[in-house]
């Protein structure tokens, strides 16, 4: 079985722009969640979504929205990037959402440079 | 909001030797407590994890121990191999809206 999969693998933006990262569930998965991964440090919970509506939101700027499609596959999108916004963005996938304490898979991530 | 303090930052053992990674929480209400490895360039891979209601699970040479009173759960790996090299990271949850919260990470070195 394929695990959770993520594109673009890398990616170039300049500040002002606008990024689109997708992701793939594991098969039979339910749950997206989104996590931000700066150099040196833990991953950071952004959004949950199970059964495509957004079960959890983490300390982002609205500037940050992602939504789940009817074949639980997911789209982040940021807004006028910043510098700051530069790091690898994670999404992961479980049968069902946090509430509950279902293990989370990650995919391998997108790889986001903001010059 | 929860926050969680992983110890120590990087560890150096020699090849079949034990380390042993340390974190706290600090929500009482956390429930779930999971251990990710993390290669270079690739995304964190759940190596274990326990609940609240549990005080010890072990999975072949993995162990992860729970004090819910001492708000604190470790890491031990027996009989270290040089694939075990890699970044771990503690995480906690209450299995509310906040996801997980996750430690700072341990860059884990085998020495052959």
């Known amino acids: 079985d394929a695990g959770v999969t993520q594109s673009p693998t890398h990616l170039i933006k300049t500040r002002g722009q606008h990024v689109t990262l997708r992701c793939s569930p594991i098969?039979?998965?339910?749950?997206v969640s989104w996590y931000q991964q700066v150099l040196g440090q833990g991953p950071q919970f952004i959004f949950q979504?199970?059964?495509?509506?957004?079960?959890g939101r983490g300390n982002f700027p609205d500037r940050f929205s992602a939504r789940q499609f009817p074949n639980y596959s997911s789209e982040l999108n940021v807004n006028a990037l910043l510098l700051g916004d530069s790091a690898l963005y994670l999404c992961?996938?479980?049968?069902?959402?946090?509430?509950?304490?279902?293990?989370?898979?990650f995919g391998n991530g997108t790889r986001l440079t903001v010059t | 909001g929860e926050n969680v303090e992983q110890h120590p930052s990087t560890l150096s053992v020699q090849e079949g030797d034990s380390a042993v990674i340390k974190c706290t929480y600090s929500?009482?209400?956390?429930?779930?407590f999971p251990w990710y490895k993390q290669e270079l360039g690739k995304g964190p891979q759940l190596i274990i994890d326990?609940?609240?209601?549990?005080g010890e699970k072990k999975d072949q040479r993995i162990a992860v121990t729970l004090n819910k009173t001492a708000k604190h759960f470790s890491l031990h790996i027996t009989e270290t191999q040089p694939e075990d090299s890699a970044v771990y990271f503690c995480?906690?949850?209450?299995?509310?809206?906040?996801?997980?919260?996750f430690g700072k990470g341990t860059h884990l070195i085998i020495q052959p």
């Open positions: 929500d009482s209400a956390s429930n779930y």
């Open positions: 098969s039979g998965h339910k749950s």
């Open positions: 995480a906690a949850s209450s299995g509310g809206a906040d996801g997980l919260t």
């Open positions: 979504y199970y059964e495509k509506e957004e079960r």
């Open positions: 992961a996938s479980s049968l069902r959402g946090v509430q509950g304490n279902s293990p989370l898979h």
């Open positions: 326990i609940r609240s209601n549990v």
